[in-house]
């Protein structure tokens, strides 16, 4: 299946290319999918429990976990696992949750009426930053850690930021992505340094500034 030649078999070729050039630290974006909560109040650690839940993309970036773990423990190579929240923003990935609000911006641009889902998110800069932590941060404490906004993104909080963003703009609720946890993020913020800067209405509108580019 695709997902699995695109995350597991493509991870086992750079793991292998890690080893075989002596690259000392591997970085890997990894997913909030993973996590089993599905409680919107409960908050998830790098210990809460992970499970494909029989989905093909979860069991494609678990196996990656798995792989990288082993690969990391045979060959003495340090290891990252980050794992995203839902990510918006100019040059962010081509699918996820994220790109529901990426849809949203672009049809407000366009005067059309708005339909998003919700989920949490966090703004394409605050990620790159953090993934540029876990590359250059030495020592390494621990192999696993959340990089989220380590807040809650609810539905009315992404229709008032839209609305005081582009005045008279009309939005719908879309088919809605269940309510789920937040990540905790407090072990990237004491061993990385990491502090999300952009607050969803600043994440939105730096977004809207680069489009406008």
Excluded at 204 to 213: A, H, M, P, S, V
Aim: proline share 4%.
């Amino acid at each position: 299946m695709r997902d699995f030649r695109l995350n597991l078999v493509a991870t086992i070729n750079v793991a292998e290319a890690a080893r075989l050039t002596g690259v000392r630290r591997l970085v890997h974006a990894s997913t909030q999918a993973l996590y089993v909560g599905e409680d919107p109040t409960q908050v998830l650690s790098e210990d809460s429990p992970i499970d494909c839940r029989e989905r093909v993309y979860n069991a494609a970036k678990l196996g990656c976990e798995h792989v990288l773990r082993t690969y990391a423990a045979k060959h003495k190579l340090e290891l990252a696992l980050l794992r995203f929240a839902g990510v918006y923003g100019y040059y962010s990935v081509a699918g996820g949750p994220g790109v529901a609000v990426q849809q949203a911006v672009w049809d407000a641009l366009g005067g059309k009426h708005a339909v998003y889902e919700s989920v949490d998110f966090i703004y394409a800069k605050d990620l790159a930053n953090g993934i540029a932590l876990a590359v250059h941060t030495d020592p390494l404490p621990h192999q696993i850690y959340n990089l989220g906004s380590g807040t809650s993104t609810t539905v009315e909080d992404v229709e008032n930021a839209l609305s005081r963003i582009f005045s008279g703009v009309n939005t719908a609720r879309g088919k809605l992505t269940p309510a789920r946890p937040r990540m905790d993020i407090t072990r990237a913020r004491t061993d990385l340094g990491f502090n999300p800067e952009y607050k969803l209405e600043a994440g939105l509108r730096d977004y809207i500034e680069q489009l406008k580019r």
